[in-house]
């Protein structure tokens, strides 16, 4: 009991620290001065006046919704003695293999740099800002030679790290449970068992409506969309954020996404909102980054391409040009096993009083990046809210989905419960693929890395990530992932190689999701 109330003030602590130089908290402070002069406020009742103005003026609901983003953000709180690296990653080895896979893409993003004599960073001159200014929005008719850049690294560089992760402080020939798994991943943490899977995600069991089922069914859509559509309306006007990420498990309405999204994350909308996505903007025209080409490089190769997200390369363009310059991002390396990078004035390598972090952001972009952004791009028409809503889902998750940890929701954990729930449930099939040579990671890992954007068909892919801001975790990627190998299972189990198992596998865009999930949890896994 001691412990629970020791662990609660820490959090209220840490809460009221992050939020006390916030902007919100001096709007706060301005609106209560300004309610002095009310005749409503009295000196002798003068904290519960000033309260119940907060509440009827609305700040107090926005205050609800600034403590639960922080809630969901930071990570529970360690130890008050623990030191300040568990707070980003309390295994060591994790840490460790996260530093030294950020060496090894500085080596390679610092070895483009000098192969094609290219600075990390010039600023324009005066004709090519304007040039740039002028063709903000449209700068996909721009054809720059990218025929020499290359992405630093893709989801397969990525997954062999994986592969050859080790606990150094494990002897896995000890405990039989764990040697029985013949996967690729061969750290021991801990996951979900489909018994804990089905109460977690105990709103996706088969009595429940959901959009993305109940609305496709030949019955009237007044038993259920209908009735949900008027639900999610009176949640935008209570602007209770969780009250609306408990709503969005059962589905969004297409109509009422975008606000709803933007109120689970908390991300606003107010003239300063807008007013620092210019400041970023204007940092893009003056300054020319080497990221710059890689962001135009993938934007190419990957969305470019896609025939759901090629009419939006310049939004893409837009948000991830400021994205490389916003400092904010920052804070999220307090939470993330990663660190940002680190460059070095010219001539003054290794002296740490002349390092600054390269990008600004701390975020080098890898192939398949641009795709974290595309979806969003059907929720949201005006940059600057396109712009905050992506940034919200990256602090928050998308960080996870590149990054060495040990986290519920980090990479190794999703690909751990993948391969655990297919060898477990659907064995004959994970023994088959693996024999022959498929190990079924290797095909699915860049769904999970991307979170299924650009392989699933737009309108299910919103429905997948209704549940991942819902349930504020990444393991139901996990949980599809191996939803897919179970429903193409019966082809599976007829091919002889790693390219025949890639071929069945390699269209999803007719797949439903909600089903597939249902069917998987609830009864495959049964």
């Given at each position: 009991m001691q412990d629970e109330e020791t662990e609660l003030s820490l959090t209220i602590a840490q809460v009221v620290q992050k939020l006390q130089g916030s902007n919100l908290h001096s709007q706060l402070e301005r609106q209560a001065r300004g309610c002095m002069c009310s005749s409503d406020v009295h000196l002798e009742s003068l904290k519960e006046d000033v309260k119940e103005f907060l509440r009827k003026s609305g700040w107090k609901k926005k205050l609800q919704n600034a403590v639960f983003r922080e809630l969901n953000v930071v990570p529970s709180v360690t130890h008050p003695a623990s030191p300040p690296e568990h707070l980003k990653e309390p295994l060591a080895y994790m840490r460790k293999a996260q530093a030294s896979w950020e060496k090894r893409v500085l080596k390679s993003l610092n070895?483009?740099?000098?192969?094609?004599?290219?600075?990390?960073?010039?600023k324009r001159p005066v004709d090519e800002q304007k040039e740039l200014l002028n063709k903000w929005n449209e700068m996909s008719t721009d054809e720059p030679d990218l025929s020499l850049f290359r992405p630093v690294y893709a989801p397969k560089d990525f997954l062999e790290v994986l592969i050859n992760l080790r606990n150094p402080n494990y002897d896995s020939s000890d405990i039989t449970s764990f040697r029985t798994h013949l996967g690729l991943i061969q750290v021991p943490l801990r996951i979900k068992s489909i018994v804990d899977l089905r109460k977690f995600f105990t709103e996706l069991n088969l009595s429940t409506g959901h959009l993305g089922i109940d609305d496709a069914t030949l019955v009237s859509p007044d038993l259920f969309e209908n009735q949900h559509e008027r639900t999610g309306k009176k949640v935008l006007a209570e602007h209770d954020s969780a009250a609306a990420q408990q709503y969005v498990r059962q589905g969004c309405p297409t109509g009422l996404r975008a606000e709803l999204w933007a109120l689970i994350l908390n991300a606003g909308n107010q003239p300063e909102d807008t007013l620092y996505y210019e400041q970023l903007k204007s940092n893009v025209i003056q300054y020319d980054l080497l990221v710059d080409s890689l962001i135009y490089k993938d934007v190419k190769l990957t969305a470019s391409n896609d025939d759901y997200y090629f009419v939006f390369e310049d939004y893409l363009y837009q948000v991830l040009l400021c994205f490389s310059r916003d400092t904010s991002v920052l804070e999220h390396f307090t939470y993330s096993s990663a660190s940002p990078p680190k460059s070095y004035i010219r001539g003054k390598l290794g002296n740490e009083e002349y390092a600054v972090t390269y990008p600004p952001n701390g975020v080098i972009p890898f192939h398949g990046f641009s795709m974290y952004v595309a979806p969003l791009c059907f929720l949201y028409y005006e940059p600057s809210r396109l712009y905050q809503v992506f940034r919200e889902m990256y602090v928050r998750y998308f960080f996870r989905l590149h990054t060495i940890s040990s986290h519920c929701?980090?990479?190794?954990?999703?690909?751990?419960?993948?391969?655990?729930?297919?060898?477990?449930?659907?064995?004959?099939?994970?023994?088959?693929?693996?024999?022959?040579?498929?190990?079924?990671?290797?095909?699915?890992?860049?769904?999970?890395?991307?979170?299924?954007s650009g392989y699933l068909a737009t309108d299910q892919l919103l429905l997948l990530w209704d549940r991942i801001l819902g349930y504020n975790s990444l393991e139901i990627l996990a949980v599809l992932a191996a939803a897919v190998f179970a429903f193409r299972a019966e082809n599976l189990m007829e091919v002889t190689s790693l390219a025949a198992a890639e071929a069945v596998l390699a269209d999803l865009s007719t797949l439903k999701v909600m089903p597939l999930l249902q069917i998987f949890l609830f009864v495959t896994a049964a």
């Open positions: 070895s483009m740099c000098t192969e094609l004599s290219i600075a990390l960073a010039r929701s980090g990479i190794i954990a999703l690909c751990l419960l993948f391969e655990t729930l297919l060898q477990n449930h659907l064995p004959q099939l994970f023994y088959h693929l693996r024999e022959i040579g498929a190990q079924p990671l290797r095909i699915s890992f860049k769904w999970m890395v991307r979170a299924f």
